[in-house]
């Protein structure tokens, strides 16, 4: 019986192995492929990327929330990511060149950590 579960789980690990091997090449082609077309993309000017999101919530799935209020450009989130839940606040800044940053002190059961946040935004036509 443990030669039988033994071959079982040998066969699974190779066939694991396989699957990977030709999913990495895929995923590194694709990778390739979306680092030129942002590259080939137009930087979006600061007054789309204030458009885009002030007084707006981004939503991060089912995972949590940011809110980009206008007023002293507050930001405010909450998030509930691999069973620990936390919340932050700070200010949002667009520094140019289309970036959008945040910096927020996160609180939750691990304490208190702050963090900046950045994200260039491109645009090819109407897709950013």
């Given at each position: 019986m443990k030669r039988v579960v033994g071959n079982c789980l040998g066969?699974?690990?190779?066939?694991?192995?396989?699957?990977?091997?030709?999913?990495?090449?895929?995923?590194?082609?694709?990778?390739?492929?979306?680092?030129e077309q942002a590259q080939e993309a137009t930087v979006v000017p600061d007054e789309g990327?204030?458009?885009?999101?002030?007084?707006?919530?981004?939503?991060?799935?089912?995972?949590?929330?940011?809110?980009?209020?206008?007023?002293q450009r507050q930001f405010d989130a909450w998030t509930h990511d691999k069973g620990r839940s936390?919340?932050?606040?700070?200010?949002?800044?667009?520094?140019?060149?289309g970036k959008l940053c945040y910096r927020a002190q996160w609180h939750g059961s691990w304490g208190v950590k702050g963090s900046m946040t950045c994200f260039e935004?491109?645009?090819v036509g109407k897709v950013i």
């Open positions: 066969a699974a690990f190779a066939c694991s192995v396989l699957v990977l091997a030709f999913q990495v090449p895929a995923t590194a082609k694709t990778a390739t492929k979306i680092a990327v204030y458009r885009i999101y002030q007084n707006h919530s981004w939503l991060w799935g089912k995972k949590g929330a940011g809110f980009f209020a206008v007023k936390g919340y932050g606040n700070g200010m949002w800044f667009i520094p140019g060149g935004h491109r645009q």
